[in-house]
């Protein structure tokens, strides 16, 4: 089986300084893009998985490269570095705040506008799903979750946006054992979603094992490239 690591990232700052956390500073995404480009990686969108056919088809070194929350910092910043390097990524949009703050956190970041969301290139940027509130899908009843979904779609389709069935869970929050996920995966699938991504920072063996299950590497701020290199091959095993 292939392997595939599938990275996550948040805020992009232009300050080493308040690069920690969920926060990363311009100049180490920089160094991190750089080296996927000369190390032979070769950035896929989840729309892109579908032309795998065999093992044999897939890219030696294929990576994912997520963004949550479509913080605004990601089109000044994060955007025109992929473009730069060559690489894709995939964006996933929390619908309600769009235009507008992150009020499930800080309430200080801007969320793009709809306007600034459809002047992304899709060859470069793949957009997807992060729910329609933010909320926290192990702490929802069915009927809650469902109404999310019909919110997300009802946005999308007013919109016009194009968005791919790939939902990243906020917080990488989910329900996670017994009957309560059964009845999670069967309302995804009902509702068509292609791929649920939660975090577990570990790396994919592709083709996957649930598809309602990918794990992703969480890269914090406060990381060097050495460290971001390890976690990239073999997620946190390595510690």
Not at 61 to 73: C, H, L, S
């Amino acid at each position: 089986m292939a392997k595939l690591p599938v990275l996550m990232y948040h805020n992009v700052v232009d300050s080493t300084n308040e690069s920690e956390g969920l926060a990363v500073s311009v100049s180490k995404l920089e160094e991190q893009f750089a080296y996927l480009k000369s190390h032979g990686y070769t950035s896929v969108h989840f729309k892109d998985l579908s032309v795998f056919k065999s093992e044999a088809d897939f890219p030696e070194k294929a990576v994912i490269i997520t963004f949550d929350d479509v913080y605004e910092n990601q089109l000044i910043h994060a955007y025109p570095l992929l473009e730069k390097y060559g690489l894709k990524a995939c964006f996933y949009i929390p619908f309600a705040y769009v235009g507008g703050l992150d009020n499930w956190n800080t309430g200080k970041e801007k969320i793009m506008t709809i306007d600034q969301l459809k002047s992304l290139n899709e060859e470069i940027v793949e957009l997807g799903l992060h729910s329609f509130n933010h909320g926290k899908y192990d702490q929802m009843s069915v009927e809650a979750i469902q109404e999310d979904f019909d919110l997300c779609k009802e946005f999308i389709q007013n919109n016009s946006l194009v968005v791919h069935n790939t939902l990243a869970y906020p917080y990488g929050k989910y329900p996670k054992k017994g009957e309560e996920q059964t009845t999670f995966f069967k309302l995804l699938h009902e509702n068509k979603i292609g791929y649920g991504l939660r975090i577990g920072n570990r790396v994919n063996q592709y083709p996957f094992k649930n598809l309602y299950e990918i794990q992703r590497i969480d890269v914090k701020g406060e990381y060097d490239l050495k460290t971001f290199i390890k976690r990239l091959k073999k997620g946190k095993s390595w510690f």
